[in-house]
């Protein structure tokens, strides 16, 4: 049904608890943030309906709800531009840690997982925007070629079943996220002077294999949904309690509180439970394959973003050299 180890996946888990433990707390601290921002607003909102208020009309509920909504709209958008602080820090320094593990080697004496994490992050990638729009690329490549390639055929050949196509497909573009991981560990592994290439590289072994990392990733994601939902329904009533005692919340805002604290623990602990799977699947399927110039040509004819991953890897210039794209074979 799957092509991971369950135990191998939580011995990895329970390896790298510092990591967790960090991650931990990034997602803690956001959902904290989003609760006293969007309390506070609503608060501050509440107060001044209660000032406006007369006779005829109680504003309070309403100016709390766009005070409460203004306070979540601020959080946004600080978590948006720290989105590539999180991918640096997070996900990719947990990915380093978990790859050197994977392949049996110790984290070196005198450092610690995060710090250990830290330096080869950035000795892979020197600044968090060049991993940013190497993984933005990737994922466009992923979501191109797979609305390109995959048809109705590849998974349900039963004709007349759209809406439950429609309904894959979705559940395929959730699933490219640890698909992307795999690929940003595959480049960690490997670590290619021209980190370009090395994302080009393991895009086409990911093209090359995608019926397999395709059938773990749409599993994976499933599952880990359903043990959101499952803890969304375990911190809703904590949250509701929680809610209740500030003015000027509830209702809506108990729902979207509770969603945001599911997700932040599915970040923080399902989330690098299915990376570790989806990785051990990758470096599976890739083992001793070069890339294929078969699939070279035809990513090239279906995938613009790939043609740009291309130019920018035979447009890198390694210090006072020329520009190379790497072609690895993996051990």
Known sequence: MWDFSLGKAFGLMLRTLPFIGFRLAIYFGITLAYLIATSGGAGIGYMIGSILRDAESDPSGSVAFWGGLIGFGIVSGVLYFARE??????????????????????????????GYATQIVKSRFAEASVLFGIDQIIKSILRTFNATVLTISSFLPIPGLTNVMEFVTAVINFSLTYVDEAILAYMIRTNPENAWAGA?????????????????????????????????????APVAALVS????????????????????????????????CIVQVYFKAIEGQTPSPEWVDRLNSVAAPFRELSAKAAAF????GGASVS???VR
Do not use: C
């Open 85 to 114: 602080y999180l991918l640096y820090i997070v996900k990719a320094g947990h990915i380093a840690v978990l790859v050197r593990l994977i392949d049996d080697q110790p984290i070196p004496e005198g450092t610690g997982q995060i």
């Open 200 to 236: 080009r590289d393991g895009v086409i072994f990911y093209a090359q294999n995608y019926r397999m990392m395709l059938k773990n990733a749409v599993f994976l994601t499933i599952l880990a949904w359903i043990v959101s939902f499952v803890i969304f329904l375990v911190v809703i």
């Open 245 to 276: 005692m500030m003015p000027g919340l509830g209702g809506f805002w108990t729902l979207i509180i509770a969603i945001i604290a599911a997700y932040a623990l599915k970040a923080a602990l399902i989330d690098p439970f299915a990376m570790v």
């Open 317 to 320: 210039v390694p210090g006072p």
């Open 327 to 329: 072609v690895t074979r």
